[in-house]
């Protein structure tokens, strides 16, 4: 979400994801911050799932930048109806990040995770296909530490000083990782097949 010159807010997502679901078989359809419309466009859409995409930093966070308080509002209000549906949300670096808040836990600054790679170690065995890797993407300024994440979660993955990587909701189809995959070049497989697998 960004701001138009003339003081309208505009909802903006990258082409790249776009080009990295479509061969899958997923078509995206971007959906308006509008939290007072969240079941009307659940429903009259007939969403078989939800990417909460990466993006603005969270607007309740000290420090934060370029937040959209809209978008926030929308996304919890979208957890809570995907929840009733049982409808798969998949969390992007901000998306984990609203998931974690949302299930009450708690976001941090971070050092180190800001235009890098690392690695990450899974913690959890059996989730999804999502495996070991040396090297994945790392754009965000706040993240989760391992302690952090709630009750309601489970962590499935680390980056080597314990910020979170991924996550999974104990009970609900509601899941997320740190890194981006819309940003890789060439699309990595095994974010393909996970997503895929996800959906």
Known sequence: MEKGPKGERRDVLDHAWSKLLIPLGILPIPLPNV???T???VAGLKLKG???SGGNDL???SNAKNTAPERDKFEHELL???RGKKIPVLGICRGLQTITVHYGGKISRVKGHAAVTHSIEMCSNGIMSLERRDSVNSYHNFGVKKNDVGSDLTVVAVSSDGVVEALAHKK???MAIMWHPERMNPF????SAFIKEFF
């Open 35 to 37: 939290a007072e419309f």
């Open 39 to 41: 079941e009307n466009i």
């Open 50 to 52: 939800i990417i909460l």
């Open 59 to 61: 607007a309740h966070l």
């Open 80 to 82: 809570d109806v995907c």
């Open 172 to 174: 609900f189809p509601q």
């Open 188 to 191: 990595d497989v095994r974010d």
